[in-house]
Every structure is written in structure tokens, then in C-alpha cells.
């Protein structure tokens, strides 16, 4: 029967092939262990990293693939199928290094993308604090310039692969007083003089992904850590997440295509009645609004990571709406999932378990779904007083 056709080049083909390999052979048989230990997935960032995918969106020049977005999605969808802590583990080392692919100087550059191609060395992402998660515009931590280094006090919550990543992007304020361009980001290595690590978290899911306090005890750092410049804190954070956020709803296609392909296995085996429960039309009407929101949700994710890939400038409303409807969709299709497998559904013994509990974080983190709500209703309101509505 036909398929949907994205065309893909024979290139994205192979990373899909190759994503979809480990995701199978590495990830699948091992995943319900890492959940219940706790465990981080060590040896599967090794096979990660000889795949070369760390480098899928970083330029060739410094050690990567030199695909995009696009790619990126790609990958990300098929590993997520597997299990999505490992997936954001490897989501968060590019959301670590965004910030220097956009903003890093020719030295930052060359200093660190190969490292972060290459799989050396992960990355992280720290922008959340205690009092400062949707706002931002909240948070405490600070760097003040002290001879030739800066210094930084703080506490980020949060923060995913805190202690396992070795180069950490951190947003901080250095002039209080100037609101939005009061903040300023920085590179800071796992090793520099007075970063500390808090207690890894337990969480509700997500539990083979680790997350952490970075505790800034007058952390000193060289001058020439600043990413762009100093005042640009908070637009770098926001450029980071507007690149990242499709990546996140194709976390969620891969997540609800596994529970879909769970759902209609079981549907076709399990006997009430005496006949499958495939054959109830509630059981086919879940199924068939399962598949139909994946597939919207796919080429939703398809559409604007290669609108990004083409240059579009500012896609801050598209991002939002490639994250937001494929991650509501993924919570639902997991929910409905465990439903289609009743009480085993509810059970460890099945995988769907651990898909529900995983699913909720992608409405959470990387922006919240009321605030992807927020970001799409200014850039329409913004749009409507342009140009009217519907030219
Ligand atoms: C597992 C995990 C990993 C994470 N990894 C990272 C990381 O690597 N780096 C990092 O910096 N952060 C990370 N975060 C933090 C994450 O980005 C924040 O949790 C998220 O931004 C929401 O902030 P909050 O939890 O403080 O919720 P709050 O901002 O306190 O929000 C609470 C509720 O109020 C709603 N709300 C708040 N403001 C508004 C508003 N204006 N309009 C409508 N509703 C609103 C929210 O949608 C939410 O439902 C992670 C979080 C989790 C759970």
C-alpha cells in the first residue's frame, strides 16, 4: 500500500538506515534495563559517535557531516523509536552546541565543533534556574569581569547530561539593569575552577537521560569564553531553541510510531470475545487517528526543518508549531496506546509503559506547550497588524 513520499535524497536515506539500525539493535534490547537502572547510555553514545551522527549538523570544515536540520530530524526520529532518554541525551549535545555553530568565533569554532562532531566530548545546554524556567528573563546566576577571566555564581537547574557533558553553554547575567540585553553566554568546561555538579535527579521518565544542578561557585573562566557578545545572552538562547525545536517533535513522531506499531501488534493478537480486539471499531478508531496524526505530524517536522534548511529567517512561529503539535500528539498516542493494552499495557512487561511516562517531558522542556502557544499567538498577532489577515 502506498506510503507517504518525502523524497529523500539517497543521502538522507543512509542516516535514516543508519539511525534506525542502532535504534533497533543497540537501543531497543537495552532500553527497559537503562530505564529502571537509572543507567546513563555509555556505550551507546560510543556507537553514536563511530556512526559520526554527533557531527550530522556541523559544517565539514570542523569535523561533521554538513547536513541540516532536516538530517538532524531525520535521525532523531528514528532514534526515538528506540528509546527517547538516549535520543535526548544526543538531542541535548547539539542543543550544547548550537549556540557555537551560530555565535562561536573562527577559534571557539575549531576549538570545540570537532570535539562535539566527533562524539569526544558531549555538550550541554544551561539557561533554566530554580526561579527562572518559562521566564527566562528570571535568572540569578551571574558573571562579572575580574582582571582577564570572568567570574560566575549560580545555580542551573536541570540541566540534561549535566556531569557527563565536558563543554556546557551557560546563559548569565552581566548587566542586571539591562533587561533582555542584560544577559550574556558563555562556554565553561567540565574541569574549570569552581563548577560543581548537584545530584542526579529521579525523574518520572526520561530515566537513562541524566539531569543535574550546574552549582557556579566563583567559576573563573578566560575572557575569551564569551559566545557573540556580551548582551546577547538571551537572543542566543532563543536562536538555540528556534534551530532545536523541530528536533524535539520528531523526538515525538519516532516516540508515537513505535507506540502505534506496539498498539496495532497487540491489537491483532489479543483475543476478547472470541475474536481480535482489531476487529472492535473502537480499537480501529484510536489506530486510525493514531496513524493519521503521526503522518501529520511528520510532515509538519519535514516542512519546516527544510524551510529552516533553506534559509527562512525568521522561524521562531514555525518552530514553535513543529515542536508543539508533534509532542500534544505523541502523549496522546502513548496514552491511547497503553489504553488499546488495557491492564498488560499498564504493565512494565510491555514497552508502551515506559513510552507514556517518557512522552509527557516533550511537552515540558525546550519550552513548555503553553508557551510554544504564547510564541505562535504574538508572531500571528505580529503578522495580522503587518499585513491583515488573509494576504
Ligand atoms: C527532564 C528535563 C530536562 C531538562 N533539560 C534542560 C536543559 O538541558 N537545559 C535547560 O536550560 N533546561 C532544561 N530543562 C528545563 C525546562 O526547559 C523547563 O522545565 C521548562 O522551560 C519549564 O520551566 P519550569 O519547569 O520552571 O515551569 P514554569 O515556567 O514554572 O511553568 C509552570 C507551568 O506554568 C505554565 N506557564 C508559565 N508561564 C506561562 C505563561 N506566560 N503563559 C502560560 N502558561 C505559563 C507552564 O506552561 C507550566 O505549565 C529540563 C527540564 C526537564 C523536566
Redesign the pocket.
Known amino acids: 500500500m502506498a506510503q507517504v513520499n518525502y523524497f529523500l535524497t539517497e543521502e538522507q536515506q543512509m542516516i535514516v538506515e543508519l539511525a534506525r539500525k542502532i535504534s533497533r539493535e543497540k537501543i531497543v534490547p537495552v532500553r527497559a534495563e537503562l530505564d529502571e537502572k537509572e543507567e546513563f547510555p555509555w556505550d551507546i553514545i560510543k556507537d553514536l559517535a563511530q556512526a559520526d551522527l554527533f557531527g550530522l549538523y556541523i559544517p565539514e570544515a570542523y569535523g561533521g557531516l554538513g547536513a541540516g536540520c532536516f538530517e538532524m530530524c531525520l535521525a532523531l526520529e528514528e532514534l526515538a523509536y528506540g528509546c527517547i532518554a538516549v535520543t ?1 541525551t544526543f538531542a ?1 549535545s547539539a ?1 550544547g552546541g548550537y549556540p557555537i555553530l551560530l555565535f562561536g568565533s573562527e577559534e571557539q569554532k575549531a576549538r570545540y565543533l570537532p570535539d562535539i562532531a566527533s562524539g569526544r566530548r558531549l555538550s ?5 534556574e530554580a526561579n ?4 527566562v528573563a528570571a535568572i540569578q546566576t551571574t558573571a562579572v569581569e575580574e582582571g582577564g577571566s570572568w567570574v560566575l555564581n549560580g545555580t ?7 556531569g557527563e557533558a565536558d563543554i556546557y553553554t551557560i546563559i548569565a547575567l552581566t548587566d542586571r539593569n539591562k533587561g533582555a540585553r542584560g544577559a550574556t553566554a558563555f562556554i565553561v568546561e567540565k574541569g574549570d575552577p569552581g563548577l560543581g555538579f548537584g545530584k542526579k ?1 529521579r ?1 518520572m521518565g ?1 530515566r537513562a ?1 541524566s ?1 543535574r544542578e550546574l552549582i557556579f561557585n566563583d567559576c573563573r573562566i578566560p575572557k575569551d569564553r564569551v559566545l557573540g557578545k556580551r548582551g546577547q545572552g538571551f537572543i542566543i538562547a532563543m536562536r538555540t531553541l528556534d534551530l532545536a525545536r523541530p528536533g524535539i517533535g520528531a523526538i515525538g513522531v519516532g516516540l508515537a510510531q513505535a507506540a502505534f506499531d506496539e498498539a496495532l501488534k497487540y491489537a491483532k493478537e489479543r483475543i476478547q470475545f472470541g475474536q481480535s480486539i482489531m476487529s472492535f471499531q473502537a480499537i480501529q478508531h484510536m489506530l486510525a487517528d493514531m496513524v493519521t496524526q503521526i503522518e501529520a505530524s511528520r510532515a509538519l517536522v519535514y516542512a519546516v526543518a527544510r524551510t529552516i534548511d533553506a534559509g527562512a529567517k525568521d522561524f521562531a512561529k514555525l518552530s514553535a508549531m513543529a515542536k508543539l503539535f508533534p509532542t500534544d500528539m505523541a502523549m496522546k498516542a502513548t496514552t491511547d496506546a497503553v489504553q488499546i493494552l488495557g491492564g498488560y499495557g499498564y504493565m512494565k512487561d510491555y514497552p508502551v509503559e515506559k513510552m507514556m511516562r517518557d512522552a509527557k ?1 516533550l511537552q ?8 510554544l ?2 510564541v505562535i499567538g504574538q508572531a500571528i498577532n505580529k503578522e495580522y497588524a503587518i499585513r491583515g489577515c488573509g494576504n
Open positions: 535526548t541535548a542543543l550541554a545546554f544551561g539557561l533554566t527562572a524556567g518559562s521566564d542551573k537547574q536541570w540541566i540534561t547530561s549535566g535527579e525523574k526520561l537521560s539531569t517531558v515540558i522542556y525546550e519550552g513548555t506547550n503553553q508557551i502557544r504564547n
